[in-house]
């Protein structure tokens, strides 16, 4: 799966391409790994409700092919689109999903930082009183909100045509984070977000994408 070094674009035209990529693959078409920082976009998952856009303001908002609700992508922030025949790969989506996760709490651990999965919600979620800590993340009680003391820090969204992937993740390094505040992320109110500078962690963007590369080729190369 070779990664392809994009540098910073805009979205739309990202995406398009990674349609037009898909559409014109064949059984013996290489996989692909996009990397990419965007301008700054809204962008809605294909069934995202125009109600979680509390307030774009200069920021466009882009509907896309991908699941999910709203997210926010911007500069600091690195963006991994794996094109990938999930037929090759012998996995179906729940366990690419898994795999995705798995690439970016590895990307974490890199730096001390202890990610988490919240059942029914995909992405990577960190305690916001002890993100280093190693305590496993406790189911909530039912009626609880199972985002209390979290923030996020990655966002999955992924689209399958045809058994083959894009669309992919998004992990914060050290980006502006107000925009955030400006949706409900992922389609939660009041869901925090955070990066990994807010944690207290000083890295560089290439440094997590080149380990976030690495991890998600060790995960999903069949």
Excluded at 2 to 7: A, D, E, T
Excluded at 57 to 63: G, H, K, Q, S
Excluded at 90 to 113: P, S
Excluded at 135 to 140: Q, Y
Aim: glycine fraction near 10%; aromatic fraction near 8%; include cysteine.
């Amino acid at each position: 799966m070779q990664p392809h070094w994009l540098g910073r674009r805009p979205y739309a035209g990202i995406e398009d391409a990674m349609r037009d990529f898909t559409a014109a693959r064949t059984p013996d078409t290489p996989d692909q790994l996009w990397v990419v920082e965007h301008e700054p976009v809204f962008t809605q998952g294909v069934a995202g409700r125009d109600a979680h856009v509390l307030a774009a303001d200069d920021i466009p908002v882009v509907r896309t092919h991908r699941g999910g609700q709203v997210t926010f992508h911007g500069p600091g922030q690195v963006v991994a689109y794996p094109l990938l025949d999930l037929r090759r790969q012998g996995i179906y989506v729940k366990e690419y999903v898994f795999r995705l996760e798995q690439a970016v709490l590895d990307t974490l651990a890199h730096w001390g930082v202890t990610g988490h999965r919240v059942r029914s919600a995909p992405g990577i979620y960190v305690r916001l009183d002890d993100p280093f800590g190693h305590a496993v993340l406790a189911a909530p009680a039912p009626g609880e909100d199972p985002f209390r003391g979290l923030g996020k820090i990655a966002a999955l969204g992924v689209k399958v045509s045809n058994h083959c992937t894009y669309h992919g993740l998004a992990l914060n390094v050290a980006m502006d984070l107000e925009p955030f505040a400006r949706i409900d992320p992922c389609g939660y109110a009041g869901l925090r977000t955070v990066d990994l500078r807010s944690l207290g962690v000083d890295a560089e963007w290439g440094d997590v994408a080149a380990v976030l590369v690495q991890r998600l080729q060790l995960r999903l190369v069949a």
